[in-house]
């Protein structure tokens, strides 16, 4: 049943992610990708989960270097992406909204 | 303290819709870097109640992880140069890719915990498909990272056989996953079996990818490392990483498609054809006109329109702030200047878009190609800065050219042309450019920053 229920989250998520994405300006392609990349670093909570149930050794050393890829992908990632959206600006108008 | 699972839940929704709204408000300049901070919020909240789960046991070696990864992050955030995010975009994908690669293993062995009675088949598949799309993304991630950095070559690499050894690789994959399945043990032949091909998957899939073509590739695999963290919540029974893994994916897959469309291929056809292979175009004879700095000064100083129209070579010449400075004097001469930007100049989707940006060019004077082509037979110039395939008119002409049906920008339109090109060689899908040819072309040869600062200096002089 949970398998069920699980790919019901799925499937909403995906169309909802169609639908939030659908028209954005060529100007946002390279900050959009990177923000959604930062995104993608969700995975850092099933890594913390990993590292910190200490059921295993083993999980545990793998889920501590999930720890660390996951946040390169986090931190870097929302960094980079406000850095690059800082710089946009309209015409006469400072620094970007 | 440790917080019950409903609490976390419950922080785990509204993490969620701030990771919605946050990527609703990418949708729009004005909104764009607030969605991102909102966006980051929810990753805060969704990490910090993590941490306080009942599940985690120990902090010493999380916090010990996390710090160099966050370290390692902006740092590298900080210090890299707007003309390398293509490869820096491909390097965090990789690492989200890792990690739910890692995240996928290390599930593996709370399946084998005493008391949890067999693992279900539903989980394992989940914990390969972790694997499997977790392990692509990380090596093609280091595969486009490499040839977007130059460190290997940027064009194709096909030999023959590629094909076959490619479907050998699926097949292996499917038949380890479904034997790994069946008789499921932590270190199993078969596992390792799986790691192994899903790695050699990822670089077999990048190689074959031309420099021209990575735009398409770094949103797929944006795309992937989404739908790896989607799989790995699958691993592990985490809503969480499924909501927000299929928004990247779903969001990835839109932009690898508008990218597709932009080249008029289709996904199938830039993953799996090395290019201009079928097809030999039509030779293209006649005569360039080469011209120098100054007598295009003399023409752009009586210029009463002007387009920019750059790709890759602006970005290796590193030539935006000049570009900036020379389209702000044509203005102050009185011309009206824009800049036409098409979907798949650069490495990556938006690529020149952030260049000029950071050149400090407003975006409203950065025009789409469908909005840019009906002004262009009004325009007096058109500068072609590094571009290439993107405005070659033969995508619109030639029914042989490799490149035939591709939507351009028809700089050839315009009354004049500039194209400003360091030599005779043809782009990167080394098919031959009609347009330099053109009755109104004029060849600027040499550096771009350096042709452009010599039009700079005559505008000062």
């Known amino acids: ?97 | 303290m440790s917080l019950s699972p409903v609490v976390i839940n419950f922080a785990y929704i509204i993490a969620a819709i701030l990771f919605i709204f946050g990527l609703k408000m990418l949708g729009s300049p004005a909104t764009a870097r607030r969605g991102n901070v909102l966006s980051s919020l929810g990753m805060l909240i969704a990490i910090v109640v993590t941490l306080f789960s009942q599940a985690i046991l120990s902090f010493e070696y999380i916090i010990i992880f996390a710090v160099i990864g966050a370290v390692i992050g902006a740092l590298a955030a900080r210090l890299v140069a707007m003309t390398s995010m293509p490869e820096m975009v491909a390097l965090f994908n990789g690492s989200g890719g890792a990690a739910s690669l890692l995240v996928g293993w290390a599930a593996l062995y709370d399946q084998f915990l005493p008391g949890m009675g067999d693992p279900s088949a539903f989980v394992l598949v989940t914990i390969a498909l972790s694997i499997l799309i977790g392990g692509v993304t990380a090596s093609g991630s280091l595969i486009a990272y490499g040839k977007l950095a130059e460190v290997m070559t940027s064009g194709a690499i096909v030999f023959s056989g590629q094909r076959i050894v490619n479907s050998l690789i699926l097949l292996g994959i499917i038949g380890s996953t479904v034997m790994f399945v069946m008789d499921p043990q932590i270190g199993s032949t078969w596992f390792w079996i799986l790691l192994g091909l899903a790695l050699v998957l990822g670089v077999m899939a990048v190689i074959p990818i031309g420099g021209a073509d990575m735009p398409v590739v770094i949103s797929l695999l944006n795309s992937y490392s989404g739908l790896a963290a989607c799989a790995a919540g699958f691993a592990i029974g985490n809503n969480i990483l499924i909501v927000a893994g299929s928004l990247v994916g779903a969001a990835g897959l839109i932009l690898t498609n508008i990218m597709c469309k932009a080249m008029n291929r289709s996904l199938a056809n830039v993953l799996f054809s090395g290019f201009g292979a079928v097809k030999t175009a039509s030779a293209v004879e006649g005569e360039v006109k080469p011209i120098v700095v100054d007598d295009a000064y003399l023409i752009l100083e009586a210029a009463s329109s002007v387009v920019f129209v750059p790709g890759y070579g602006m970005a290796v010449a590193q030539a935006q702030h000049v570009v900036r400075e020379l389209g702000e004097l044509l203005e102050k001469n009185g011309a009206e200047v824009s800049y036409a930007i098409h979907p798949v100049a650069g490495r990556m989707p938006g690529h020149m878009n952030v260049l000029l940006a950071e050149a400090n060019v407003p975006y409203d004077q950065l025009v789409e190609m469908d909005d840019i082509n009906p002004r262009l037979p009004n325009t007096d110039v058109a500068i072609v800065i590094g571009a290439n395939d993107v405005v070659n008119p033969a995508a619109r002409e030639d029914e042989n050219s490799p490149i035939y049906g591709m939507p351009i920008i028809n700089v050839d339109k315009a009354r004049t042309v500039f194209v400003l090109k360091r030599s005779m060689a043809s782009g990167f899908s080394g098919v031959d450019n009609p347009l330099f040819f053109g009755e109104n072309t004029r060849m600027l040869f040499g550096d771009a920053k350096q042709s452009i600062s010599g039009l700079v200096a005559e505008f000062k002089g």
């Open chain 1, 1 to 97: 049943m949970e398998a069920v229920f699980l790919s019901f989250i799925l499937m909403l998520a995906i169309f909802l992610g169609f639908e939030l994405i659908s028209k954005v300006p060529a100007t946002l392609h390279t900050p959009l990708m990177s923000g959604a990349n930062a995104i993608s670093g969700i995975t850092i909570v099933g890594a913390l989960l990993s590292a910190g149930a200490q059921h295993d050794a083993m999980a545990t050393w793998l889920g501590g270097a999930a720890v660390m890829f996951a946040s390169i992908n986090v931190v870097g990632g929302y960094l980079v992406t406000d850095r690059m959206l800082a710089m946009f600006r309209k015409k006469d108008g400072g620094g970007a909204a």
